[in-house]
């Protein structure tokens, strides 16, 4: 079946310190993994995606990994700030356009 | 800003009533997706359209309905409403639907089902 799984629902971390969330996927993914950070209230925004030709892709302190024979990707965010507080989703592209989504992370940056 | 451009912002209806939601994608994309947030079942993709035409469908009830017009924009109706139906519903564009596309989310409508 078209399952995401993702993992943990909340994370709590210091400013500067590093941030992970791992998601999972079922066999009939597609090649197309994006993230999108939610902050209260407001809509989804892309932060980062990975196709399945790459292994990893970074940009600047947000990189993403893809493991296809795994069937799983990861979010790294290093540095943390306040501002990168927010609920963070991960999806996996399943048939056309279809974006199935994993339950988010609710990301708690401290000072 | 997106350029997804959603209407309206809110609604608070009841129970038994019909809605409708409208969403104008970005400039040049032919495909729209609706998705519904509920606190209990996160993001939930509802339906797809390219260029008019229905793509993909999750899991929609048969109480909703949509449709994309010539114009390219398109509505979301939901009809008998129930107290569950109370959520987020977001707009998505992208150019083409298909592969690896970049969805772009509109502001999202609040229904309230009182």
């Known amino acids: 079946g078209e399952n995401v799984e993702q993992h943990p629902s909340t994370l709590s971390v210091q400013e500067g310190d590093s941030a992970v969330i791992k998601c999972t996927y079922s066999?009939?993914?597609?090649?197309?993994f994006p993230w999108y950070k939610q902050e209260l209230g407001k809509r989804p925004q892309l932060i980062i995606d990975?196709?399945?030709?790459?292994g990893e892709k970074k940009d600047q302190r947000i990189a993403v990994t893809l493991n296809k024979t795994a069937k799983h990707f990861s979010l790294h965010i290093t540095e943390t700030q306040p501002e990168d507080s927010a609920v963070y989703f991960c999806a996996a592209r399943y048939s056309w356009g279809k974006l199935q989504f994993g339950a988010g992370t609710q990301v708690v940056v401290t000072p | 800003d997106s350029g997804v451009t959603q209407t309206p912002k809110h609604l608070i209806t009841a129970t038994g009533q019909r809605v409708t939601l409208r969403c104008s994608p970005r400039?040049?994309?032919?495909?729209v997706y609706w998705y519904q947030q509920s606190l209990d079942q996160g993001l939930q993709f509802l339906i797809q359209?390219?260029?008019?035409?229905?793509?993909a469908k999750g899991n929609i009830l048969e109480r909703f309905s949509a449709q994309q017009f010539p114009d390219l924009h398109s509505e979301l109706n939901l009809s008998s409403l129930e107290l569950g139906d109370s959520a987020l519903y977001f707009c998505?564009?992208?150019?083409?639907?298909?592969?690896?596309?970049?969805?772009?989310f509109g502001p999202g409508t609040r229904l309230t089902v009182l």
């Open positions: 998505a564009s992208s150019v083409a639907g298909v592969d690896a596309d970049t969805q772009y």
């Open positions: 066999d009939s993914a597609s090649n197309y």
């Open positions: 400039s040049g994309d032919l495909s």
């Open positions: 359209y390219y260029n008019g035409e229905e793509r």
């Open positions: 990975i196709r399945s030709n790459v």
